[in-house]
């Protein structure tokens, strides 16, 4: 399960495959030494907590396994983590967009999605770049011209994702 690559080493999960994250790939012990030089900076800037939370996640889970009582905030990682997978998903065929991936990589690493059911995020990443798509197509745009996050583009992002998410959650 280990492709050899001349900048670095892919660990692939068959659990994962299985649990149809594709490419399935261990985010924790996978290395590169191209990985982030080959991400635009607003790639970079989410990704960074998504690798750790993922790899915490994993780690966690397989402890979790054995069913002793967790506390709260092992609770909350495991729920963030198998979030995080879920947003990771795609559909074959089905390229997403750098742009669409950092605003919904930033809305699960900074808690928007960690209320929502599991089974709605699908529904939720698409009504939200729709939404976007229609009153804030400037977001996207500056992502793809710039590929940075900027602080006024963080915060707008926070802003526009909060009342979102606070619109969604009343139609789950």
Do not use: H
């Not at 692939?12 to 290395?31: D, K, Q, Y």
């Not at 967790?70 to 979030?83: A, C, I, N, V, Y």
């Not at 065929?93 to 742009?99: D, I, L, Y």
Request: proline residues 3%; charged residues 25%; negative net charge.
């Amino acid at each position: 399960n280990v492709i050899s690559i001349t900048d670095g080493q892919i660990f692939l999960e068959t659990n994962l495959f299985n649990a149809n994250v594709r490419p399935a790939l261990n985010v924790g012990i996978s290395v590169s030494r191209v990985g982030g030089a080959a991400q635009i900076k607003a790639m970079k800037k989410v990704a960074g907590t998504l690798k750790l939370e993922l790899a915490m996640f994993r780690s966690l889970e397989a402890f979790a396994k054995f069913g002793s009582d967790l506390d709260e905030s092992t609770q909350k990682q495991l729920l963030r983590g198998s979030r995080l997978t879920e947003i990771l998903k795609q559909n074959q065929f089905s390229p997403v967009p750098v742009e669409r991936e950092v605003v919904i990589i930033f809305a699960a690493t900074n808690g928007f999605l960690d209320d929502l059911p599991e089974s709605s995020l699908k529904r939720y990443e698409e009504e939200l770049f729709q939404q976007l798509e229609v009153t804030n197509p400037d977001i996207f745009s500056e992502i793809a011209s710039t590929g940075k996050l900027g602080d006024e583009l963080v915060e707008k992002m926070k802003s526009v994702l909060q009342e979102f998410t606070d619109t969604f959650k009343a139609t789950v």
